[in-house]
């Protein structure tokens, strides 16, 4: 491949894909680091250019990922559950609507998340916010398809578990009759 073909394929690449890999680096890690993530993604993509596969976003924003896992173990900053969600509940892109925002209960998605393992919530988010196909989604996390199908099928019900008994407790918490607390009222 010559330099100006590779000039017009990487232009083509960061054209089609920046956004996705920027919202994807924004909901991975820390939004201060997802410039240089997306950066450095796509000074991965022009080093190996003649290696990007010809359906290119499952394959960088598995360098995305990987990227972002480095910066976050190079910076050894623990994120709690709670903030990372924050981020995530914060981000509002006005050409790509939060695809929580069309869930009837965000928060109890966004608890039911919180209380899911990391690889599960990446698989989960990979589907439904990036609109990846189960074979991308394998292909970003380094499985094979019916791997990726089989942790999918598992990060689901944990998430139904998880937001069955989110809506438990706040059943509960609504039924508290509010007579006790009323008692030194008027």
Same mark, same amino acid.
């Given at each position: 491949m010559t330099d100006p073909e590779a000039v017009r394929r990487l232009t083509a690449l960061y054209d089609m894909h920046h956004?996705?890999?920027?919202a994807y680096a924004m909901r991975r890690g820390d939004p201060q680091l997802a410039d240089e993530v997306v950066t450095d993604t796509f000074m991965v993509a022009w080093r190996r250019?003649?290696?990007? !596969?010809?359906? !290119?976003?499952p394959w960088l924003l598995g360098v995305a990922r990987n990227l972002t896992r480095e910066h976050l173990r190079r910076s050894a900053r623990q994120t709690s559950n709670e903030d990372v969600?924050?981020?995530?509940?914060s981000l509002n892109d006005v050409n790509e609507p939060d695809p929580a925002d069309i869930v009837a209960d965000r928060d109890s998605v966004l608890i039911a998340l919180a209380q899911l393992n990391e690889d599960d919530r990446e698989l989960l988010t990979l589907i439904a916010w990036h609109g990846l196909s189960t074979a #991308? /989604?394998? #292909?970003?996390?380094?499985?094979t398809t019916i791997t990726c199908s089989v942790r999918l099928h598992r990060a689901r019900r944990r998430l139904e578990q998880a937001m069955s008994s989110t809506s438990d407790e706040?059943? /509960?918490h609504r039924a508290t009759p509010l007579k006790p607390y009323l008692k030194d009222a008027v």
């Open positions: 956004r996705q890999v920027h250019i003649a290696d990007v !596969p010809s359906n !290119p976003l969600l924050r981020v995530w509940s #991308e /989604a394998a #292909e970003v996390v380094g499985c706040r059943r /509960a």
